[in-house]
């Protein structure tokens, strides 16, 4: 089993849609979690992190359940430039990301 | 504030020959990442500097990888002799500091094929 596990989509919504992906994590002792946003052959760029419970940032909400170990991203009001990979990480003691493989979305005119 | 820069942004090489990856990181920021994504795979850490020192080479894959940071500045990942399984897309990431809340900063990858 794969520390962090991500469905691979793709997610095809149309635009204004909400969309929600979740991420799991196998090891309980990971610390923080982000979401990466990567474009095709582009880096991953960091689009939120979450030590808490959750965190919010305008369109963007990341949610962190520690007893279910798992953390998800819910996008409202999807546009057509989210259409992107959306990676998720864990860290641990160490400072080494583990990530997911990361899910597809598409948002369609 | 600059980025994480990577050079070359593509690399093509024959089985046996020798390349090297260089990354500047942003300035400051004293934790240097390297990281490898194999086609269809997901994004692995190779090693991790804190200034000029290896903190955590545990995802060097074997002894052709070779990964230095004279200076504590960039840093550069040797790969000698190449084979075809080192194809894939090598990323730098950098930090400041490594407390639990730290944030890592991608470059935009180095696309290496071995054929």
């Known amino acids: 089993r794969k520390e962090v596990e991500q469905d691979p989509g793709p997610f095809n919504v149309p635009e204004g849609a909400t969309v929600a992906f979740n991420c799991t994590y196998s090891n309980s002792a990971s610390q923080s979690f982000f979401w990466y946003r990567q474009d095709c052959r582009k880096e991953p760029k960091l689009l939120m992190s979450v030590y808490s419970s959750g965190n919010e940032d305008g369109r963007f909400t990341a949610q962190l359940n520690r007893a279910s170990q798992y953390i998800s991203l819910l996008i409202r009001d999807s546009k057509l430039s989210d259409s992107a990979t959306y990676l998720c990480?864990?860290?641990?003691?160490?400072?080494?990301?583990?990530f997911g493989t990361g899910t597809r979305l598409k948002v369609l005119a | 504030e600059a980025g994480v820069t990577q050079f070359p942004s593509h690399s093509v090489i024959e089985k046996g020959q020798t390349v090297t990856l260089r990354c500047d990181p942003i300035s400051g920021h004293d934790n240097l990442y390297w990281y490898r994504r194999v086609m269809g795979k997901e994004i692995k850490f190779l090693l991790h500097?804190?200034?000029?020192?290896?903190?955590?080479e545990s995802g060097m894959p074997n002894n052709r990888f070779l990964a230095e940071r004279t200076g504590g500045t960039y840093s550069t990942l040797k790969v000698q002799p190449a084979e075809l399984e080192d194809s894939g897309v090598y990323f730098c990431?950098?930090?400041?500091?490594?407390?639990?809340?730290?944030?890592?900063?991608f470059g935009p990858g180095t696309r290496l094929t071995v054929l």
């Open positions: 990431a950098s930090s400041h500091q490594t407390a639990s809340t730290d944030t890592q900063y």
């Open positions: 500097f804190v200034k000029e020192s290896k903190q955590d």
């Open positions: 990480a864990a860290r641990g003691r160490t400072y080494k990301y583990i």
